[in-house]
């Protein structure tokens, strides 16, 4: 029972315990609420002062705006206003001037009308004296007009052909007269090195004692340097030297670099050899690279494909007829730029298709092509303007030439590998292009001799004057330079000269 009891209580309790709570929280409910309508009540007093502002703002602001465009608009009023004005008075003054006009057109006519009255009279009387001279002469006036005409132009004719003539001659001359100026002046601006020697170097030494050094015990130091370097090394009993031998120039460089850093050194052995070697191809490459930039800084050329600048570079360790390739290639560039500037043409793309006309000849790998065809290949792979890809691919004529640098290219590298000690043949290949000049000429029906002179430069062929007339011979020498054009390879141009002439012999007993 008592158990029950407390139970009730603690129920009864409990429901007090909730309606006290829930008669306080009514209260504190109320309150809040009433505490946020007066924040309400606060925030949109603020919030309506805000918008009047603004809209006083807006409003000052419109009015501004208002009051700038009615200043423009009268601004412009009063320019419209002095615009009709001004075109009043121009108006006027054309009507003025029409006055005017219309005064000096009837002055004028009236004038007129006395000139045509007297030209009446003129005529009237030119037909009288017409007639009386036709009647003194015997001819009409037509055929004295066509008489006169007649030995007129005859005249014309002899003296247009006397001039035509002499205005040919004289250009000429005047243009043989600037050829000549213009190519040697070039010539004697540019002249550069000679040539280069084209299958060794020489290594010079101290003394023969380190011979045996770089040959090693059992050759071992040789072979390692030769098949590192791809350079045959010659050990012979020629004092203090040694001789690198082999067709690329850039491997010679490095063995003849890493030999002297080896004996500099002291120490050499396969290992060292190995290690010397990678070292100086590395240093090789950047001086390619760093010649190849000095190389268009020099020449004023910009914006060059760094691979093309680094096989402008590698110019630097070919040759060509043993004549230094970058050399030539400089050579030709400026001989491009000063007779471009003589021509007036760009300088700046003939000077750079002139570097760039023998880039295939420095390929990183072996091309079937041609090198003017390889070099053309590469000129456009690099984004090279069209003028400088078909000025590299037709300058031996392989392709067709579409621009003037092309021909001003070919003449310019011809030039620079034909002038006086830029190329150096050995006697063997000499001799055998003069015998194939002559044989070549030999072989045309009514050709009696022919010689060679002047190292090549000059062909003079004899004929025989009953076999071969003037006009024939004139064909001759037309027919053989297109043959040794297709059918042989020279440096520089070739003259062809046919003698024709008769010998008439007698004998005084």
Partial sequence: M?????????????????????????????????EAKKQAEIIKKDKILLAKEKFLQLKNEHEKQVGQVNSKLLVAKNRVIQKENHLANKLNEIKRKENELQTFRNNLQRQLDVVNKKETKLDKALSEKVKVLESISGMSSDQAKKQLLQSLKDEAQTDAMAYINSAMEEAKLQASREARKVIVKTMQRVAAETTIENSISVFNIESDELKGRIIGRDGRNIRTLEATTGVEIIVDDTPETIILSAFDPTRREIAKLALQQLVTDGRIHPARIEEVVKKVEKQIKEEIIEVGKRTIIDLGIHGLHPELVRMVGKMKYRSSYSQNLLQHSRETANLCAIMAAELKLNPIIAKRAGLLHDIGKVPDEDPELPHALYGMKLAEKYKEKKEIVNAIGSHHDEVEMKTLYAPLVQICDAISGARPGARRENMESYIKRLKSLEELALSYPGVMKTYAIQAGRELRVIVGSDEISDAEAEKLSYEISKKIQDEMTYPGQIKITVIREKRAISYAK
């Fill in 2 to 34: 008592e158990i029950l009891t407390g139970v009730i209580g603690i129920i009864v309790g409990a429901i007090i315990g909730y309606l006290l709570l829930e008669k306080m929280y009514k209260k504190k409910s109320a309150s809040i609420i009433e």
